[in-house]
């Protein structure tokens, strides 16, 4: 990959100094910032940079609030400084993933994290403080009081002499070390355990930046440009290296390795190097939470570098090409989806024409409207490729047959419209029983056909139709967006409806690109331009569509004589309105949790596998089922009696806690029956999941009055396409009796010729 750098002449006999503090010693790590010094990128942009080393106790965050320095590198500790109060920017991460892992020789036989329970570990305060390093741990668990933290010696000699059991290490250098010595290592790395998180993020002070914005901006395309060349260069950077920055004595063998690995870390999904994503953030903070780092729930969406006026892109030289030559791409719409798009006397306008027009303008591309009158007529064009782009909508299995899709730049909850007189059912598969108007082609029409085929459902040209065959009675609901629904009732005087939050499901709604584009870096561009929205600038676009408007006049002399009987009448129904809701609450949780042992009962999860499966068919993706119950429970009840038998089950609770993933679902299915739902877990990964879970309930001391063996049987399975959700359980629940046949305390997993107990 190779970034368009836009040369900014500046007078090379005026060069302003910068400084930027490492967070360890010169090494191929920090390789991006030698090559932009030496490949002139810092020069043109009217820059002189002097690089620092990490000195001991150096704390990059503290040296730059004190102006010491003006930009640094840091850990992803550095979101738990600026949850704390530092005022602190992320220009860039240098790596999607952190090198930082446990390392382990091969003779010690610790392969996995659970294998550390009693062990010894070597790594320093700021690691330990790497929430990846801990939840993996945590995820095993391992809280702190169950291994043995030392510090670290910053030796591998450690390791191989047995003074640790594992080391705090990078993936990029000690393991080169022990393969240099001829000894064979085990990498435990979080990201492999569902832990990724970001490192090496380049930041300034909030001050540093307010001062000097267009230094900053030059410094952020200047350092990435040299970290492309880096990685598209490694050996001739590591000479470089060796020549100007060897302070660490490597050979050039060693940062050749580190290089590579490296550069597995450095690139996201779409090719680009040092991005950051508030999602990301977001996750890696409620683990800083969970892990009481931060003591408040923080949003990050401000820590992000935001070069604005006029957010530019970093765009490649072949996306620079396409946006000068391309002429002007035809774009169709929704005509009758208010106030989402809609075509009136003034035009095609709406949120979605307004993003659209925001995209235009920042990234360069040049968009010409096709008018068509309905939403299937628009999917038609596509078809037939009188659209290049269609500009509002949602990735289902069957568009993406005949359709490409940009990452979702919008979403809001779909939900179904009844007529106010409703009494019917409020379960979402008997509802659907009963006509159910969706408009023709709508993302819907196919998801709820995919999930529940028996569904009785009057395809419309429009939300308006829809709304009218419920008034009539001819349909009993229809599947909408909220905003669109209230919209379009508003406007044409329908009254007698109300909204049912049963569908579970969201409108996720991206740019929907012709396939004949699919060989261009078009689908990269407008990518890059969704992230560059912010939540400031997607706030206004909604606010000027949706908004409540009041035209009155007052009488003063009435309103006076008014307002103390409104104020009571207000204040009462509030207070009752609160109790209501605090009671719901309660309704709901009781609901949803099972009352012994407060996972999600039996309800709750066949919810979380009509959702996961959902996703699993919109989007193959794997998604994975683990179904267990406990051996001989009958004979603990009888024998100890139920007193100590809920106990059991309590504690078995707590074991799932400790050793389920938090993405993972689970919950009790009924007496001493257990569900787990993985989703983004194939067999394989599953049965590793089970095998984990059957070895810490067999190894767990329960303290019961009598000393009881409590052991698991397990059966494992992988969701098929389309699969009844019945069918997905009942799969998992006869390879569970497989195991139980074979001698309980063991696992086996639905395949057509099973492996057999484990």
Not at 45 to 69: C, M, W
Not at 518 to 540: C, F, Q, V, Y
């Amino acid at each position: 990959m190779k970034l368009l750098l836009v040369s900014l002449s500046v007078n090379a006999t005026d060069l302003q100094p910068v400084s930027l503090q490492l967070l360890w010693k010169h090494q191929f790590q920090f390789a991006g910032y030698y090559m932009a010094i030496h490949k002139g990128y810092y020069q043109s942009a009217g820059i002189d940079l002097s690089i620092h080393e990490y000195e001991n106790n150096t704390d990059p965050v503290e040296i730059v609030l004190k102006g010491q320095r003006d930009f640094a590198i840091g850990r992803s500790t550095v979101l738990a400084q600026k949850a704390q109060g530092a005022r602190i920017v992320a220009l860039m991460s240098a790596y999607q993933s952190s090198p930082l892992m446990l390392l382990t020789t091969e003779a010690s036989g610790i392969t996995k994290p659970g294998d550390l329970r009693g062990k010894r570990i070597m790594m320093t305060t700021d690691a330990e403080q790497q929430v990846e390093l801990l939840a993996m741990l945590r995820q095993a668990g391992l809280s702190n009081d169950n291994f043995i933290r030392q510090d670290h010696s910053f030796n591998i000699d450690s390791l191989i002499k047995g003074e640790t059991d594992a080391m705090a290490s990078y993936v990029s250098n000690e393991p080169y070390q022990l393969q240099e010595k001829g000894i064979g290592y085990n990498i435990i790395h979080p990201k492999n355990f569902g832990f990724s998180m970001y490192s090496d993020l380049l930041f300034t002070s909030e001050d540093f930046l307010a001062n000097n914005p267009d230094l900053v901006k030059r410094f952020h395309r200047a350092t990435i440009a040299g970290w492309v060349y880096a990685f598209n260069n490694i050996e001739e950077t590591a000479d470089l290296i060796i020549n100007k920055y060897n302070s660490q004595q490597r050979s050039r063998e060693a940062l050749i390795f580190e290089g590579k690995k490296l550069a597995e870390l450095a690139f996201d999904q779409e090719g680009n190097f040092g991005s950051i994503s508030a999602e990301q953030l977001k996750l890696m903070s409620k683990l800083y939470l969970l892990f009481n780092i931060i003591d408040h729930e923080y949003s990050f969406e401000q820590f992000i570098y935001d070069p604005r006026p006029g957010k530019q892109l970093l765009l490649t030289k072949e996306e620079q090409s396409f946006i000068r030559s391309s002429p002007a791409l035809n774009i169709c719409g929704d005509p009758l989806w208010e106030p989402y798009s809609q075509l009136t006397y003034n035009g095609y306008e709406g949120i979605i024409p307004d993003y659209i027009e925001l995209i235009q303008q920042r990234s360069g591309l040049k968009f010409k409207t096709v008018n068509t009158h309905s939403w299937n007529q628009t999917v038609t064009a596509m078809k037939v490729a009188k659209c290049d782009l269609i500009d509002g909508a949602m990735q289902t299995h069957n568009r993406a047959l005949y359709m490409d899709f940009t990452r979702p730049y919008m979403s809001m909850p779909a939900v179904l419209a009844v007529s106010k007189s409703y009494n019917g059912e409020l379960d979402l598969q008997r509802l659907l029983r009963h006509p159910v108007a969706i408009v023709k082609e709508s993302a819907f029409h196919e998801i709820i056909l995919a999930r529940y085929p028996e569904t009785k459902i009057v395809p419309v040209a429009s939300l308006l139709e829809g709304l009218l065959l419920i008034q009539q009675g001819d349909a009993v609901a229809i599947i909408d967006a909220a905003d669109s629904i209230s919209s379009v009732a508003s406007n044409n005087n329908i009254s007698e409806i109300k909204i049912l939050n049963l569908v579970h499901d969201s409108f996720d709604i991206s740019i929907a690109i012709n396939p004949k584009l699919g060989h261009t870096p078009l689908r990269s561009i407008l990518n890059k331009t969704i992230d560059s929205i912010t939540p400031e600038e997607k706030s206004a676009i909604r606010n000027r569509w949706i908004k409540l408007t009041f035209e009155h006049e007052t009488n003063y002399d009435l309103m006076w004589q008014i307002i103390s009987v409104v104020a009571l009448l207000v204040i009462f129904l509030a207070y009752r309105y609160r109790i209501i809701q605090l009671h719901n609450l309660q309704l709901q949780e009781m609901a949803r949790h099972d009352h012994l042992t407060g996972l999600y009962n039996r309800r709750m999860l066949r919810d979380m596998l009509n959702d996961t499966t959902a996703i699993s068919n919109r989007y193959n993706r794997p998604v994975s089922l683990i179904f267990f119950d406990l051996d001989d429970f009958k004979q603990v009840n009888d024998n100890l009696g139920h007193n100590e038998g809920d106990k059991v089950l309590r504690t078995i609770a707590d074991i799932l806690k400790n050793n389920c993933r938090l993405t993972d679902y689970f919950g009790r299915w009924g007496g001493e029956e257990f569900l787990i739902i993985l989703p983004e877990t194939d067999l394989s990964a599953a049965e590793q999941s089970a095998e984990k879970l059957r070895t810490a309930i067999a190894s767990h001391p329960f303290n019961l009055t009598q000393e009881v063996n409590i052991t698991g049987s397990f059966g494992v399975t992988e969701y098929k396409t389309r699969e009844p959700i019945d069918s997905f359980v009942h799969r998992a629940d006869q390879a569970l009796y497989r195991a139980k046949a074979a001698g309980k305390n063991c696992i086996c997993k639905d395949e057509l010729i099973p492996d057999g107990p484990r």
